[in-house]
Antibody, heavy 119, light 106 residues
Framework: EVQLVESGGGLVQPGGSLRLSCAASGFTVSSNYMSWVRQAPGKGLEWVSVIYSGGSTYYADSVKGRFTISRDNSKNTLYLQMNSLRAEDTAVYYC?????????????WGQGTLVTVSS | DIQMTQSPSSLSASVGDRVTITCRASQSISSYLNWYQQKPGKAPKLLIYAASSLQSGVPSRFSGSGSGTDFTLTISSLQPEDFATYYCQQSYSTRTFGPGTKVDIK
């Protein structure tokens, strides 16, 4: 059974850092595209970042230069390192498996972890 | 970036109703359109991918259609568990989601 479990969220001050983790089971993270998607309180969904199976990474303009996506193949875990956090980064962060055939879509999602940026 | 719009932003319907939600892209995205359902406090759930392909395990009352810039999600007979917010998402370029359509009980 495919499962994604996020952790690492919490309260952080503006300008601070946080690292989110997404532990996967039932499939191999490194063989798949994996994304982070966030949702601000009461708002819609916003794609944040993706790491391809080959290791290429891409980011939304809103987080480029501040966030870094990575993975640990030995732990089958996805990460999101978030630096220089701003109030507008406050959101629930979901990790999701991204399928690529016949098109790109997110077929499995974690339960989400809440990040609150506030002084 | 490709912008996605949805209409209506919310609707009220009764169990058994046929419900149609529209999604429009700011440029042609072929069939690179997916639909998700989200209930309060829960992660989104994939319903439809590639505009019209039903995800495994999703009830057949859900269907999707369209190509180019205009797409629809149809629920043929609304069930109590279908009251939720529905999002479209394009995968033609950098992934963007529509603003959502909230379906609640009339």
């Amino acid at each position: 059974e495919v499962q994604l479990v996020e952790s690492g969220g919490g309260l952080v001050q503006p300008g601070g850092s946080l690292r989110l983790s997404c532990a996967a089971s039932g499939f191999t993270v490194s063989s798949n595209y994996m994304s982070w998607v966030r949702q601000a309180p009461g708002k819609g969904l916003e794609w944040v970042s993706v790491i391809y199976s080959g290791g290429s990474t891409y980011y939304a303009d809103s987080v480029k230069g501040r966030f870094t996506i990575s993975r640990d193949n030995s732990k089958n875990t996805l990460y999101l390192q978030m630096n220089s956090l701003r109030a507008e980064d406050t959101a629930v962060y979901y990790c999701a498996r991204q399928r690529v055939v016949p098109t790109h879509y997110f077929d499995y999602w974690g339960q989400g972890t809440l990040v609150t940026v506030s002084s | 970036d490709i912008q996605m719009t949805q209409s209506p932003s919310s609707l009220s319907a009764s169990v058994g109703d046929r419900v149609t939600i529209t999604c429009r892209a700011s440029q042609s995205i072929s069939s690179y359109l997916n639909w998700y359902q989200q209930k309060p406090g829960k992660a989104p759930k994939l319903l439809i991918y590639a505009a019209s392909s039903l995800q495994s395990g999703v009830p057949s009352r859900f269907s999707g259609s369209g190509s180019g810039t205009d797409f629809t999600l149809t629920i043929s007979s609304l069930q109590p568990e279908d009251f939720a917010t529905y999002y479209c998402q394009q995968s033609y370029s950098t992934r963007t989601f529509g603003p959502g359509t909230k379906v609640d009980i009339k």
